[in-house]
């Protein structure tokens, strides 16, 4: 689809150039913003402050580029799965989780993954495309427009790499916080990548001060690259130093993503070359449990002790880090098992 005239593709100087070449007035263009953004009105007919032939132009030259909710599953935690079809009939999926009142939108980038980690049913299931800037944002405001509340965050943290997606990713990010559209604060807009070096280069330089969250499971090129074959393209140290850049450029904390896998990734000296790897950069270490995936079988959580030798190592390390909970595993809404099948 092309994101000119998709409603959900463009910026408001998009729709302020539009509303300018069709003669009509600059602040039609956050008229229609807040319709769609603040108010969830998705069909210009119900855009009441608007000339009625102003509505049937819109209507009859910009589409909205949704994806089509197809099912909502929930968990016994109260986690909610989406699963959405493409106009090319593409599935992807979505998460809405729920802690204590906040709400966190998992929204997908692009359509599988090209990246093949190997603990990833993403990965496994293949590449299609990378998701439009509508299907994207679409996902984002469908899920808010069926829940009939606000969602407070929003983590690119579902199917796909979202740099490798960059251009889109990032004119979404830009939509959502602006104040005449969504107006979502940056502290609530996470990205997280496998470590696309050139991506994290760019993000130093980004205007809108978004979370970086880097997903790591491993700290050394060997085991990182059975794990995650992208880091034969960008190898640690070459991560490391575009890391060590964003957190120079934005003054950020990182936030760093590691899966413990049993007999993998889990022993006290890989924590302790964590810290190592890591030394100088103030990480924040989120310990999430492995969550089991049906093409590796041989792939199995740690055990309560193999965690604690290994949160033990951080701590003698002086590493913060968090232990977090699996949410969503009952309806495969976990990370790493989102598969977009039907
Ligand atoms: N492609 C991006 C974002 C989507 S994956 C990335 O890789 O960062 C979201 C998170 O889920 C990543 O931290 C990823 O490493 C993690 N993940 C993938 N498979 C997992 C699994 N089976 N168990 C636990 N975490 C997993
Ligand atoms: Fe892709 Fe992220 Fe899954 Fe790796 S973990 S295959 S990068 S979605």
């Not at 593409?90 to 966190?104: F, P, R």
């Not at 929003?154 to 990713?169: H, K, R, T, Y």
């Not at 896998?261 to 190592?276: H, K, Q």
Request: neutral net charge.
């Amino acid at each position: 689809m092309n994101d000119t005239y998709d409603a959900l593709g463009m910026s408001l100087n998009d729709w302020q150039i539009l509303f300018a070449e069709w003669g009509e007035q600059k602040f039609r263009a956050s008229q229609v913003c807040q319709w769609i953004y603040a108010k969830k009105e998705f069909a210009f007919d119900g855009m009441t402050n608007l000339s009625k032939s102003l509505r049937e132009k819109l209507g009859g030259n910009i589409v909205m580029g949704f994806p089509v909710m197809i099912r909502q599953q929930v968990s016994k935690d109260g986690t909610r799965k989406f699963l959405w079809q493409l106009n090319d009939g593409a599935m992807i999926e979505s998460v809405l989780l729920n802690h204590g009142g906040h709400k966190t939108a998992c929204i997908s980038s692009q359509a599988g993954c090209p990246l093949k980690c190997a603990f990833c049913e993403t990965g496994a299931n293949g590449f299609r495309r990378n998701l439009t800037r509508g299907e994207i944002t679409g996902q984002f405001l469908m899920m808010e427009k069926v829940n009939g509340t606000d969602i407070n965050n929003i983590v690119f943290m579902g199917m796909g790499e979202p740099l490798l997606n960059e251009d889109n990713v990032l004119a979404v990010i830009r939509s959502l916080n602006d104040k005449n559209m969504r107006n979502l604060g940056a502290r609530h807009i996470t990205i997280s990548t496998s470590g696309i070096a050139p991506g994290i280069e760019d993000l130093a330089d980004f205007e809108i001060p978004i979370r970086l969250s880097l997903s790591l499971h491993a700290p050394n090129d060997e085991l990182r690259a059975r794990l995650m074959p992208v880091n034969k393209q960008y190898p640690l140290q070459k991560l490391i130093a575009s890391l060590r850049r964003y957190r120079e450029r934005t003054g950020e904390r990182i936030t760093f993503e590691y899966a413990l896998i049993d007999g993998v990734n889990d022993s006290p000296e890989l924590a302790y070359e964590t810290a190592a790897l890591l030394d100088g950069l103030e990480p924040y270490i989120n310990i999430i449990p492995f969550n089991p995936i049906p093409s590796r079988p041989d792939f199995k959580r740690s055990s309560p002790g193999r965690v604690r030798a290994f949160t033990e190592a951080l701590s003698a390390m002086k590493i913060e880090f968090e232990l977090r909970k699996e949410r969503g595993g009952d309806i495969m809404a976990a990370c790493g098992q989102l598969a977009g099948s039907v």
